[in-house]
């Protein structure tokens, strides 16, 4: 299984795990998402890449292609944003390190499960590499030591 496919896999699984609620009878659930909210643009709506080869205008449509490419999730925008919604996915920044920006993914309401290293280039944004600490794989990109 790849790193990104690992990644996504553990935003999903994470995100169900969120979804189940405790056993309390007392426990009012959540309000169901308005449906004015509006995520960010599908991957296919969201513009091809330049033209100079793969980079996109912001940050959301670059992690929204890598996660949709990956596993074909549902990426929501900024997690500061997001309604909590099982099953799909926000992203947080964390850190500027290496050249580029750190975000952390997860489902919204929910804990980060993983990571994206992102760097904008002549081109635009761009995912250059992602780290799910699952176990699997326990070696860390040199990356992760600057979010310290």
């Known amino acids: 299984m790849s790193r990104s496919t690992r990644l996504v896999a553990a935003v999903l699984v994470s995100g169900a795990?969120?979804?189940c609620g405790s056993d309390d009878p007392t426990e009012?659930?959540?309000p169901p998402a308005a449906a004015t909210s509006a995520p960010v643009a599908s991957p296919s709506a969201v513009?091809?890449?330049s033209p100079?080869?793969?980079g996109f205008a912001s940050v959301d449509q670059a992690v929204a292609r890598h996660l949709a490419d990956a596993s074909g999730a549902r990426y929501v925008g900024p997690c500061e944003r997001a309604k909590p919604d099982p099953d799909a996915v926000c992203a947080i920044k964390m850190a500027t390190v290496d050249g580029g920006e750190v975000y952390g993914v997860g489902a919204p309401a929910s804990e980060i499960v993983g990571f994206l290293l992102l760097r904008r280039g002549a081109d635009g944004w761009r995912v250059v590499d992602d780290y799910a600490p699952?176990?699997?794989d326990a070696s860390a990109p040199a990356w992760m030591a600057g979010l310290g």
Request: aromatic share 0%; hydrophobic share 40%; net charge negative.
């Open 17 to 19: 795990l969120a979804a």
């Open 28 to 30: 009012t659930p959540a």
């Open 47 to 49: 513009g091809a890449s």
């Open 52 to 54: 100079g080869g793969g």
């Open 134 to 136: 699952d176990g699997v």
